[in-house]
């Protein structure tokens, strides 16, 4: 198992953290996502996957839920 942090910008509220741990969850070897909500800024998306995860996969997830994976 591996725990990766990205930074997401644009969340504001549960419903957003809601879309993108949906969307994060359909990727292959996701186990777990736990989100530290920072509504109006840069929220840390901690992703618990069996490998790690091409990054492109993720920003095209966190794209698809709305938001933006923000620069590492």
Not at 40 to 48: E, F, I, K, R
């Amino acid at each position: 198992m591996t725990t990766t942090t990205y930074s997401v910008a644009g969340m504001t509220c549960a419903h957003c953290t809601s879309a993108v741990t949906e969307e994060l969850t359909k990727l292959s070897g996701v186990t777990d996502v736990i989100i530290d909500l920072n509504a109006g800024g840069t929220s840390a998306v901690h992703v618990t996957s069996a490998s790690a995860l091409d990054e492109s996969a993720v920003r095209d997830a966190v794209d698809e839920a709305g938001y933006e994976l923000a620069a590492s």
